[in-house]
Structure formats: C-alpha cells, structure tokens
T-cell receptor, first 112, second 113 residues
Framework: TQLLEQSPQFLSIQEGENLTVYCNSS?????LQWYRQEPGEGPVLLVT?????EVKKLKRLTFQFGDARKDSSLHITAAQPGDTGLYLC????????????FGTGTRLQVTL | EPEVTQTPSHQVTQMGQEVILRCVPI?????FYWYRQILGQKVEFLVS????????KSEIFDDQFSVERPDGSNFTLKIRSTKLEDSAMYFC???????????FGPGTRLTVL
C-alpha cells in the first residue's frame, strides 16, 4: 500500500509569513498533483509535477517534485488570508497510472 | 470553464436502501473515477472506469458497489444496500487521458441512518 504523509498537519500563521508544506512517501509516483479543498467541497487542482526535480510556480506558490519522485513540497510566499484551506498532495501510481493516492492533508490558517 | 458536476449534493437514506449517485464528467474526458472521503479522513480511491469497463477498483469497492455510464454524459455510482459506514462524501473525477490530471466534482454527501 502506497502512503503519502504530509507535514505539518496544521499550520496557523500570520499574513505575510512564508511557509512550506511537505509531502513524503517511500514509493515512487509517476506524477504528483496538489489540490486545495474547502470544507464541504471537492478538491480543486492547483498543479501537477511530473519530472523529478521539477519546480513549478503559481503566483506566490512554488511546487517542487523530489529528484526521486517520492516527495514534494509546496512553498507559499507572503501568505494571505485567502490562502486559508486544506492542501492535499496526491500521487499518481506508476504501475496503473490511473488512481490517485492522497496525502493526509495540511490545514492552513492565515490570520491578519 | 468545463467542470465536473454531481447530483444530488446531499443524500440521506436508510440503512439497507439502494442509492445512486450521479456525475457528469467533463465532456471530452475518457477516464472516470469515484473517490470517497469519510469525515475527517483522507480521500480514498474507489474505482476507475474507461471504455465502459472498470479498469481498477479498491478493496472498498465490494459487490455492493457498481458503476455505469448509461449514456454519453452521465457516470453513476450505485450502492445496492447501504451501511452506516458508507456515510461519506463521494467525489467523481475525470481526466482526458491515462495518467492525466484529474478534475473533481463538488461531491455528494451521503448520510446513512
């Protein structure tokens, strides 16, 4: 069974601070997707990283895929209250290339 | 922007009853999925579907579950005899190609009493 562990589980920071969320596994994934989920809603895709070592930027969000394609990180610069939410990483299995294995989630709260 | 839609948004049913959850995937997508999320837990894969057949299913997807694409637009998940532990958010997702990005619907909250 493939597992994805995210850390930290909870993060409460003030507006303007920087933060990093980690997503780690002992398994290799063909790609990794980051989602954001609001309460009672479905996950919304933020980005997909495919190549080991790949870095993608989405405004103040920077996503990195580990060289071995087993881990990933999400860095937010100058966090804003609108960044508040649940961040999920999800790995696409190398073998079947069809199902997503979701991480445990990081709940971020950004206060004024 | 194309999106995945799901109905109903909330379904309450009695234990032992059958429920059908409906999804309309993004129109040119070919791969369809169901996931579920029990309150406070991780999103879990249930089943993937392509070319009118199941391509992979998890241990959760037992004989009580079935999926169908009855026409060119809908994708359904049926639970034949619901149990209390089936209470969860059920998400439909679709992707345009094998290994492609998966786009999720807003979910159906199923409550089994």
């Amino acid at each position: 069974t493939q597992l994805l562990e995210q850390s930290p589980q909870f993060l409460s920071i003030q507006e303007g601070e920087n933060l990093t969320v980690y997503c780690n596994s002992s398994s290799v994934f063909s790609s990794l997707q980051w989602y954001r989920q609001e309460p009672g809603e479905g996950p919304v895709l933020l980005v997909t990283v495919v190549t080991g070592g790949e870095v993608k930027k989405l405004k103040r969000l920077t996503f990195q895929f580990g060289d071995a394609r087993k881990d990933s990180s999400l860095h937010i610069t100058a966090a804003q209250p609108g960044d508040t939410g649940l961040y999920l990483c999800a790995g696409l299995n190398t073998g079947t290339a069809s199902k997503l294995t979701f991480g445990t989630g990081t709940r971020l709260q950004v206060t004024l | 922007e194309p999106e995945v839609t799901q109905t109903p948004s909330h379904q309450v049913t009695q234990m032992g009853q059958e429920v059908i959850l409906r999804c309309v995937p993004i129109s040119n997508h070919l791969y369809f999925y169901w996931y579920r999320q029990i309150l406070g837990q991780k999103v879990e894969f249930l089943v993937s579907f392509y070319n009118n057949e199941i391509s992979e299913k998890s241990e959760i997807f037992d004989d009580q579950f079935s999926v169908e694409r009855p026409d060119g637009s809908n994708f359904t998940l049926k639970i034949r005899s619901t149990k209390l532990e089936d209470s969860a958010m059920y998400f439909c997702a679709s992707s345009g190609f094998l290994g492609g990005e998966q786009f999720f619907g807003p979910g159906t909250r199923l409550t089994v009493l």
